[in-house]
């Protein structure tokens, strides 16, 4: 199965406790570049966040936003702190004895002081979050894989078109080719007799200029390579995978070959279609940058 790098998922988990919702999408990037927005609470988690994801995606720049709540009405703790609260009582009094100061200190007041009462988040179990955030994270990587195999079958049907119209114009080329020989020695002959007339010429000369221009105009290696990497380049699509990367090189190769032919032929025929060769060329390059 060919998957696109381009994709999107989403899934919201809640229960009593906890409230999770994880979103994530992705473009297209020569590695796996992974973008994690979260509460700082679960910074904790991120190292297995990464190591999750990597399950699930190769290739793409992916972008990954976490909410939490927490639900619970425990959440929160009251502490009391005796020690502090008894300092400032034993100074407030020293402050009254010192300055004869009516001692008027009361509960009320004293609790208003700073660090007298404060309020800690009570400890939660690590293990009990972390399951509930996977659950949540596999769940969106489901989703978001599912729309990357959509996209990326999409893809292999354009694809797949677009390679056969290239095999096409590499069969115009391959008919071509013969005709241009027979067409030079035609004239070659032609333009011998009338620069010659009635006199008699070396033919044998003629079959060596012929022989290396058809050396030189020679692009069969040139197709055969194409053919080849053509067909390598369906094979790999049909058979799937994380194939990106190679159908990426190939298509590199493919382009190295049109244009030798390009360069090597004199002939307007073979040159519009190598032209147009290149152009599809460019093209399926563009939608190879798209699959993982």
Not at 8 to 21: A, D, I
Not at 74 to 92: S, W
Not at 145 to 173: A, Q
Not at 264 to 287: F, G, H, M, P, Y
Request: charged letters at 35%; glycine letters at 4%.
């Amino acid at each position: 199965m060919i998957k696109s790098m381009t994709g999107f998922g989403r899934c919201e988990v809640s229960n009593e406790k906890r409230k999770f919702t994880v979103e994530m999408k992705s473009v297209n990037h020569r590695y796996l570049d992974v973008s994690i927005k979260m509460p700082k609470k679960l910074n904790f988690f991120e190292a297995a966040i990464r190591n999750e994801l990597k399950s699930y995606i190769q290739r793409g720049k992916v972008d990954i936003f976490i909410t939490f709540e927490d639900l619970s009405e425990e959440n929160v703790t009251i502490k009391y702190n005796k020690d502090i609260a008894g300092e400032y009582l034993k100074y407030l009094k020293e402050m009254a004895a010192e300055f004869s100061l009516e001692d008027d200190i009361r509960v009320s007041t004293l609790s208003r002081y700073p660090e007298v009462f404060s309020m800690e988040e009570s400890t939660q179990d690590e293990e009990e979050i972390w399951k509930e955030l996977k659950g949540c994270i596999d769940k969106a990587c489901e989703g978001f894989v599912e729309t990357r195999k959509n996209e990326g079958e999409n893809l292999k049907n354009d694809l797949l078109g677009k390679l056969d119209g290239m095999l096409k114009n590499v069969s115009i080329i391959e008919d071509r080719a013969p005709v241009i020989i027979s067409e030079y020695k035609k004239k070659l002959t032609e333009k011998v007799e009338e620069m010659l007339g009635n006199a008699q010429f070396d033919e044998n000369r003629i079959l060596t200029e012929v022989t290396l221009f058809a050396d030189k105009v020679c692009v069969d290696e040139e197709l055969v390579r194409l053919h080849s990497h053509i067909e390598a380049t369906k094979e790999a699509l049909t058979e799937g995978g994380s194939v990106g990367r190679k159908l990426d090189f190939i298509a590199q190769e493919m382009n190295r070959e049109a244009n030798t032919i390009l360069s090597k032929c004199n002939d307007l025929t073979i040159s519009n279609v190598a032209i147009e060769l290149k152009t599809d060329i460019e093209k399926v390059r563009e939608q190879i940058q798209n699959i993982e």
